[in-house]
């Protein structure tokens, strides 16, 4: 089973994913990240935080983009 990495982008900022996650295919890592970024928007608005602007940038162990997710509020 191929491993993604959800890596972020915030800006100028980029925060590596060390670890990935195994799943079957390009779209389950796509659905993951949805639902990452969605947990995540809420977090920030429950907080008072800013939620635009940060992206998943989803790349398979030999560093192929497949998908980027933004952060939505």
Not at 12 to 36: M, Q, Y
Not at 56 to 61: A, D, L, N, R, V
């Amino acid at each position: 089973m191929p491993k993604y990495f959800f890596h972020v982008r915030r800006n100028d900022v980029f925060e590596e994913d060390l670890e990935g996650i195994n799943l079957a295919s390009p779209e389950l890592a796509r659905e993951e990240a949805t639902a990452a970024a969605r947990e995540i928007v809420a977090e920030r608005i429950r907080m008072g935080n800013p939620v635009d602007g940060d992206v998943f940038e989803i790349m398979t162990e030999d560093g192929t983009l497949v998908a980027t997710v933004p952060f939505r509020s």
